[in-house]
Nanobody, 120 residues
Framework: VQLQASGGGLVQAGGSLRLSCAAS????????MGWYRQAPGKQREAVAT???????NYADSVKGRFTISRDNAKKTVYLQTNSLKLEDTAVYYC???????????????WGQGTQVTVSS
């Protein structure tokens, strides 16, 4: 399973970015999808997740500003980030829990990361 993330970049505080992550490969089913981030010198943290049924969870720090969504037909997860703050600067990683055609059980897969930099 390969994950291709895109949409990161440099944005001023208060601005917006839309991150996308498309999954490809021998996928039988995708369960949960999510976005995580890692800032310099900090541990990776969960930003938002969405279940196969569409149930969402958000970190307290992004509630009301970020929106996660998914397109099951395209095997893609999105993260709309609004009202960006300096502290949102990080590398954002997408994650999917998928059952492949070979494994028969859920496994975690990670994208390569996309840099989001918020400037003042």
């Amino acid at each position: 399973v390969q994950l291709q993330a895109s949409g990161g970049g440099l944005v001023q505080a208060g601005g917006s970015l839309r991150l996308s992550c498309a999954a490809s490969g021998s996928i039988f089913r995708i369960n949960d999808m999510g976005w995580y981030r890692q800032a310099p010198g900090k541990q990776r943290e969960a930003v938002a997740t969405i279940s196969i049924s569409g149930r969402t969870n958000y970190a307290d720090s992004v509630k009301g500003r970020f929106t996660i969504s998914r397109d099951n037909a395209k095997k893609t997860v999105y993260l709309q980030t609004n009202s960006l703050k300096l502290e949102d600067t990080a590398v954002y990683y997408c994650n999917v829990q998928a059952i492949t055609l070979y494994s028969g059980r859920p496994e975690d897969f990670w994208g390569q990361g996309t840099q989001v930099t918020v400037s003042s």
